[in-house]
């Protein structure tokens, strides 16, 4: 009972941290160019909207003056085109100038409440009759106040349908932004006749470093700085795996390998923002070998340290039997991961992403929450048998290798509890210039663990205080011995078999002999 109860909370704990792990990434994307493919608008209030998007941007810079983007900040509207239907044309009976009406709303969120008006206690975006002889607003159109702080904000950009024609032409212009703040674009039209319009262009969005969104932004020096911090690490494994080859293990090579995949994908990670700062968009092929190889790495960062944990070149020389079950697992974590990493990536998408895509995170976050349950399930194992045995150096070893997993496990709890409370506030007021820490976590406690097995396991003259030997392993197989046995069984299998060595040594001395011959006297 109580081992179900351990092994409750150990999926509990799995699944938590999993869930997190997975979720993170998914949060902190987005794009600076917004493609509008004949989208439509959804009916809210008494109005139509259309969300063109959202992002953190940075003020432009003092001397940002000139024909050049160079530390300019600005929202751009490229080729946006309204088209409404045909029945809503031929419902017009007259042929005015003007006969509807689409608005462009660039608005920062500490102004959002300056957005539409309260009508009965009710909350509404445009302007009626009865509320045009209350407040100051025009019927038919947003109800838009002006903040005193800030002559002109929040900005509306009027678009007109001309007579009777099907589409209206956006005129290409660029708002600057002068003031750092998360930033917020709608269209909204007013006129119930030009319900079924759809919008399509884009807009573009710039930072004055470059079309970086701001919460994406850091992260790029962040890449950068990790690439660095792979290729130092990787230099000093390299010299001591050279110093002392003769005496490598498999278990080296494996560790190896985290290290080269995790100085690809950094450095990968880094060269496709710097490219998308540059250009504004992100070239599919660039961006697929950056998730797939941070899929790799994720995978075979996970496979050693569940490797690591079952004693892998310690209490065993191979897997055995179950090294199917371990590749498998790790296959469906690359599938998942990998498809997970695509969706996040490709494609146009918002500081704030869309909540629905939350449902893609639930299979990674249960083979997350797989592979916690069986890492400390396969140390607890080892650590029994390390302390049966008396092999005090690779019980030592394995110690310190717990306590590094417990720091850690008690970091990602700590961390989970802040992530908790940053999502928890206000979702459209969060302290987005910071949320870029968020992710870079995540990568650090990777990097760190790492660390942590490259000193524990770095290559030395004398391997065998945790390489495994035929003395240490020869008596355990993991197959026979299963994840919930009881120390006791364990303990009749290392009874038994000092029962044969002992008896052994005895034939080898000539006592057993010697035993015969009272018997039959």
Known sequence: MQQRTRSAGKW???????????????????????????????????GFFFHGGSEGLYASHPNSEGKT?????????????FVRTKESTNNLNVRPQNTG??????????????????????????????????????????????????????????????GKEEEANMHPLSVDINSTGMYYLYFIYCDPRLKGTIIKGRTIWRNPEGYLPGKMAPLMSFFGFMSLAY????????????????????????????????????????????NFNYTGSRPVGVTLW??????????????????????????????????????????????????LGLVEHLGNINDFSDKTKLILVLPVTFLNACFILWIFSSLSM????????????????????????????????????????????????EPWEIAWLIPAFWNLLAFALLIVICILWAPTRNPTRYAYTEEAGAD????????TSS??????????KERKASTATDRVLGLGDDLEEDKQV
């Open 12 to 46: 509990l704990l799995g699944f938590y941290l999993g869930f997190v792990l997975a979720i993170n990434s998914i949060i902190y994307a987005g794009a600076a160019i917004h493609e509008y493919r004949n989208a439509a608008f959804t009916p809210q209030s008494n």
């Open 69 to 81: 983007n160079k530390g300019k900040n600005f929202i751009r509207f490229d080729s946006v085109t």
């Open 487 to 496: 120390v006791a069984n364990i303990s009749d299998m290392v009874e038994r």
């Open 231 to 274: 290729l130092a690490l990787g230099l000093v494994w390299f010299l001591r795996f050279v110093k002392f080859w003769k005496d490598i293990i498999q278990l080296h090579y494996h560790i190896s390998a985290v290290i080269a995949l995790g100085m690809c994908e950094m450095a990968i990670w880094y060269f496709e923002y710097a």
């Open 290 to 339: 950056a998730v797939t190889f941070a899929a790799v790495k994720k995978t075979v960062s996970r496979l050693l340290l569940l490797v690591v944990s079952m004693g892998y070149g310690v209490l065993r020389p191979t897997l055995g039997g179950i090294t199917s079950k371990v590749l498998l697992l790790g296959l469906i974590y690359f599938v998942a991961s990998e498809a």
């Open 476 to 483: 355990f197989d993991e197959e026979g011995v299963s994840l």
């Open 382 to 429: 080892t650590l029994e048998k390390l302390q049966m045995r008396r092999s005090m150096a690779k019980l030592e070893l394995y110690r310190k290798f717990t306590n590094s997993l417990a720091v850690s496990v008690v970091l990602s709890i700590a961390w989970i509890g802040y992530e908790l409370y940053f999502n928890a506030s206000d979702s459209v007021s």
């Open 101 to 162: 009406l689409v608005e462009a709303i660039i608005f920062e969120i500490k102004d959002s409440k300056k957005i539409g008006a309260s009508l009965d206690k009710i909350d509404v975006i445009c302007c009626t009759p009865v509320l045009s002889k209350q407040i100051s607003c025009k019927v038919g159109e947003v109800i838009i106040q002006n903040n005193p702080d800030s002559p002109g904000w929040p900005k509306c950009i009027k678009t007109f349908f001309k």
